[in-house]
């Protein structure tokens, strides 16, 4: 996970890294850096690339006067091979939706130790959120009584999540999305993407362009796009509910309830021209949508989600048909 973030930068980063680098690791500022950082964003906004190239320019040897690091120093190509004697990095188990007090823990007990190389000792923690009570109770003492020379940063997408005596004890530092022509600017770069593809990636992403990275090529965009073609050939009269919904039954329910609940949202907000959503009332639209979060809220249960496909699509049917006929 840190291996692969070393070496980049994201264009969007850039304001806020000279923010926080003129502030607190330029030779000439005379702020401290403080002991605990809560960055926050979107998910895919580049909340961790953030933070390792703050933790690279702590923990370098030889930063330059601005705080970047230098690439070459001891500490510098030891966290470029993916560690740092100085530097714990945290996120939940790969078996666990939580991150737990026993993990804590050891986090605190590795940042009570003195530093090995640099002076500094730096901990990231991925998914702050994902703390359950008690590992936040646990952090949160640690929190009220900081080493010195220490600095613990928590990255998170949902920082409501997290108890308010945590997030008042941090400080903050939020990731804004990029403009949109930034966004598209750097999708372009990696491959030759459709521009269309790009545009749907995006949308589907909430404008975050790691995220929509993660769509580009994937399976997934296929999907979202044809759910949308489903409902238009279902409003005109020219596919059968049944066989659609025999489709859907080839992914988790949760995935296609997603979708179908992402478009009805960009198309009754406005953000989306989708005639077929268009003609019906704003009441019915919410019928629509309210009876598509309630099937998705039950897409974990033991229900027959085909019949549920089924019993909602039917339903969009008769509303956008008889629509286009007023």
Known sequence: MLKELIQVDYPWLEDIWQQFSSQYLDAASPAHIPHAMLIT???GVGKLALAVRITRGILCRQPSNEGNACGSCKACRMLAGGGHPD??????????????????????????????????????????????????NALLKTLEEPGGRTLLMLCSSHPARLPATV???????????????????????LDDYA????????????????????????????????????LDALALGQQVASDIAADWQERPPGDYWQWVLFWLHQGSSGQLDWPALSRISPRR??????????????????????????????????????????
């Not at 796009?225 to 489903?230: A, C, I, P, T, Y």
């Open 87 to 136: 530097l714990v990095v945290l996120q939940n188990a790969e078996d666990s939706e939580q991150i737990k007090v026993d993990q804590i823990r050891e986090l605190i007990h590795s940042m009570h130790l003195s530093a090995g190389m640099s002076g500094y000792r730096v901990a990231l923690l991925k998914d702050a959120e994902r703390m359950n009570t008690n590992a936040a």
């Open 167 to 189: 997030r008042s004890r941090c400080q903050q530092l939020h990731v804004p999305l990029p403009a949109a022509t930034l966004a598209t600017r750097y999708l372009r770069s």
């Open 195 to 230: 521009a269309e593809d790009i545009q749907l990636a995006l949308r589907l992403a909430g404008q975050a362009p790691l995220a929509a990275q993660q769509l580009l090529g994937s399976e997934e965009l296929e999907i979202a796009r044809n759910v949308q073609s489903q």
């Open 41 to 43: 964003g979107a998910a």
């Open 285 to 326: 639209q919410q019928d629509l949508y309210q009876h598509a979060l309630r099937a998705w809220q039950r897409s974990g249960s033991g229900l027959r989600h085909d019949l549920q496909f089924q019993e909602w699509l039917l339903q969009w049917q008769s509303v956008a048909i008889s629509a286009g006929r007023q």
